[in-house]
């Protein structure tokens, strides 16, 4: 098991009344547990919390009157992640899947699966099914693109990137889902925390459905997989926006960061994880 402290600090300046939805929270399932958790608002203001989504992704809703408006997240989270050989994990068979699942084979806003199927199929289709052909998928993503940030903007698709050959850490995933899904592999994208991330923000990785379980990867290598803290799933980022607003306010201060606390995490000389990995 590993302990990891995180915590997002956001800063606002509300011109007009706005309503904000928040998704900073650290989600729990079977293998993430929050030990304690904290948000607090500055002013204080009346704050719902929801279960949205189709993975039920909690989110926070809170009416801002024109102010200086922060809204600051910490806890502290337990990972304790179902660890497989890789060799050993197969594809699943679409007539196997659970309905839920299903919703995962198809193009959404930013993965354009049906553009890229065939392009998709041309590289990737006739490798051995199993953990490795999506772990080939990422490692192609990671060599023929370049991590530029301010590259892309909120517009930017799958298909976009792959024409750029350049992206930042949603890119990377929304690319690598689009593929996945390409060759019938179910993928979804996973917003979340990441020990290790150089600078530290926010972090976009993506998971896929083999043999019964979502396991995780990332393709930017920036943060070790053992390292990942979830938020909340979707189609793709759209669906995980941190922050979404309707009215009229500037971001005009944000922290993050993810550590350790317990001393349990690989090391910089370690970051390729041996295992795959599920923490949903």
């Known amino acids: 098991m590993t302990k990891i402290d995180v915590r997002a600090d956001l800063k606002y300046d509300v011109r007009f009344a706005t309503v904000f939805l928040f998704q ?11 030990l304690w958790e904290q948000l607090t608002l500055d002013p204080q203001l009346n704050v719902e919390t929801h279960q949205v989504g189709l993975e039920g992704n909690q989110l926070h809703r809170v009416l801002v009157q024109p102010c200086e408006f922060q809204i600051s997240y910490q806890g502290n989270i337990e990972l304790a992640p179902e660890v497989c050989r890789p060799t050993s994990v197969g594809e699943s068979n679409p007539s196997e899947m659970p309905p ?12 354009q699966s049906d553009l890229l199927a065939r392009f998709a199929f041309e590289e990737f289709g006739q490798m ?28 930017t698709t799958g298909a976009d990137v792959l024409l750029q050959r350049t992206g930042v850490c949603r890119d990377y995933a929304h690319l690598a889902i689009t593929l996945c899904r390409g060759v019938g592999i179910p993928a979804r994208y996973v917003a979340g925390y990441a020990v290790g991330l150089q600078p530290q923000d926010f972090h976009g990785f993506m998971e896929a459905f083999l043999d019964g379980h979502w396991y995780l990867f990332d393709p930017t290598r920036l943060a070790p997989v053992s390292g990942l803290v979830r938020i ?19 971001l005009i201060d944000k922290t993050v960061w993810a550590n350790n606390s317990d001393d349990t995490m690989p090391h910089e000389s370690q970051r390729s994880d041996p295992g795959a990995i599920s923490t949903a």
């Open 232 to 250: 909340g799933v979707g189609r793709d980022a759209a669906d995980v926006s941190v922050a979404t607003l309707t009215g009229n306010a500037l």
């Open 100 to 111: 839920e699942v299903l919703t995962y084979l198809n193009p959404s806003r930013y993965c």
């Open 24 to 34: 900073i929270a650290s989600a729990r399932s079977d293998h993430q547990q929050v």
């Open 128 to 155: 051995p099914r199993g953990f490795g052909r999506v772990q080939a998928i990422c490692d192609w993503v990671f060599e023929q693109l370049d991590y530029t940030p301010g590259s892309t903007n909120s517009s």
